[in-house]
């Protein structure tokens, strides 16, 4: 940050702030972006008021996204890619499946109880219908539940077709009861709620054969 000297000798005063590197101020906007999308929606949302929300003017904010919707989409995107690497460091992060299953439960609902509510961005979106958001959505949910299916094929044998089915059932258990938990807002803490619905997960997974048997006579 800059300062001058007031004409009269006096108090100092100050100059213009000091640029921040593209990529700084990229983030800045982009957190302020995700404040009022989550308290009005996209389409309640204004350019001025993020402009006000990050201390810019609208013209360095269209500098670096020239629309409302560009500013949204890349706020979705940087949300899903981090869901995404919590997820699958859940479960890249042990051998053990049993274990697999619990942590990436409580990656989701981690997620979801972030301070920053991005979870609103991701699975609340007023923009549902919209044919990109929709593409990133079904291109997140395909690409984890894909990760989940290669381990439930290698553990128990079954056919991809079959195993894609199944991870595709356990990405959405984890998804619609974390958004529950949080938006019931009940007395069980992250801990328990995310174990709760890991032991069900896991009980009825585990019981898939992991070997194809003889058929039967």
């Known amino acids: 940050m800059t300062q001058e000297l007031s004409s ?43 402009a006000e929300t990050a201390k810019v003017s609208k013209p360095v904010l269209y500098q670096h996204f020239p629309s409302k919707r560009d500013l949204y989409l890349a706020l979705l995107d940087s ?3 981090e869901l995404k690497r919590m997820l699958l460091a859940a479960l890249d992060s042990t051998t053990d499946n049993k274990l697999r299953v619990q942590a990436t439960m409580k990656a989701y609902f981690q997620f979801m109880s972030n301070d920053d509510q991005a979870h609103r961005l991701v699975f609340e979106s007023d923009l549902v219908n919209d044919p990109d958001v929709a593409a990133r959505l079904e291109s997140f949910n395909a ?75």
């Open 143 to 217: 690409e984890y539940a894909g990760a989940i299916a290669r381990v439930i094929a290698e553990d128990t044998k079954l056919a991809p077709v079959e195993a894609t089915l199944l991870g595709r059932a356990l990405a959405g258990m984890a998804q619609v009861s974390a958004r529950y938990w949080l938006e019931a807002k009940g007395d069980l803490d992250l801990e328990v709620a995310s174990e709760l619905v890991y032991r069900l997960a896991w009980r009825g997974i585990s019981r898939f054969p992991k070997e194809v048997g003889p058929p039967a006579a």
């Open 79 to 81: 949300h899903l890619a």
């Open 8 to 50: 009269g000798g006096g108090t100092p005063r100050r100059g213009p702030l000091a640029r921040l590197p593209r990529d700084e101020r990229r983030a800045q906007l982009l957190a302020s972006a995700l404040e009022v999308f989550v308290a009005n929606g996209y389409h309640g949302a204004a350019m001025d008021e993020i």
